[in-house]
């Protein structure tokens, strides 16, 4: 299967500081990439989808001005958490899908594990 | 709107023993359906999937999904667990922009 790759995997960072997350697809050109936030013990929540080109669609609920993602070629996304606090701890996971069809397989990257102290 | 129920969010299983996975969806268009499996700190990696034709669909190691659209219902199985079995799993249907909607879960214990 294809291959995505999460940059960093893990990181720890103060409080009010931000931090980005990269999503790569290492083997295929992915026109749309997806941001989840999964809880411990719990599933995946969708945030956003972003499209290469073009400005992200948010879940409801999910603050775009906080949650800054990016998608500036088809290998790349990335999302900024701003002004990170305690509450947003938690392991984001993103996904990355090709171009033929809407209903292709996603692949998912390893997830990021953000601590905000 | 599509949604996936996972009945039992704890399932321990024997070493040589069947795998059960329930999963039932709902969705007002025809369905694609996924199993996906994640292991600890890691990301979620793809297990089967079921878009069209034929309703028994095979995966990777070992496992196997039915579709039953009267059952609305997508179970996973897998003859012989085996240790490296143990994991969480889950269910998601997809819509018609191909955003996953993820059930809760199901963690697999394996025991000696």
């Known amino acids: 299967g294809a291959v995505v790759s999460q940059h960093p995997s893990r990181v720890i960072c103060k409080s009010g500081t931000s931090v980005k997350i990269e999503c790569r697809s290492l083997d295929f050109q992915a026109t749309t990439m997806f941001w989840y936030r999964q809880f411990p013990k719990k599933s995946l929540m969708l945030m956003a989808t972003?499209?290469?080109?073009?400005?992200?669609?948010?879940e409801q609920g999910v603050e775009k001005d906080k949650f800054l993602i990016n998608h500036a070629s088809l290998t790349l996304s990335t999302l900024t958490v701003t002004s990170a606090h305690p509450e947003d701890s938690s392991f984001y996971i993103c996904?990355?899908?090709?171009?033929?069809?809407?209903?292709?397989?996603?692949?998912f990257g390893p997830g990021t594990r953000l601590t905000v102290l | 709107a599509q949604s996936v129920t996972q009945l039992g969010s704890h399932v321990s299983v024997s070493e040589g023993a069947l795998v059960l996975l329930r999963c039932n969806y709902s969705?007002?268009?025809?369905?694609?359906l996924f199993w996906y499996v994640q292991y600890p700190n890691q990301g979620l990696q793809l297990l089967l999937k079921?878009?069209?034709?034929?309703?028994l669909v095979k995966g990777i190691n070992g496992f196997e999904a039915e579709f039953k659209k009267s059952e609305t219902s997508f179970h996973l199985t897998k003859p012989s667990a085996h240790m490296s079995d143990a994991a969480e799993y889950f269910c998601a249907v997809s819509d018609s922009w191909g955003k996953l909607q993820f059930g809760a879960g199901t963690q697999v214990v394996v025991t000696p």
């Open positions: 969705s007002s268009v025809p369905p694609y």
């Open positions: 996904s990355a899908r090709g171009e033929r069809s809407s209903t292709d397989t996603q692949y």
């Open positions: 079921y878009t069209t034709g034929a309703t």
């Open positions: 972003s499209n290469e080109g073009s400005k992200a669609t948010y």
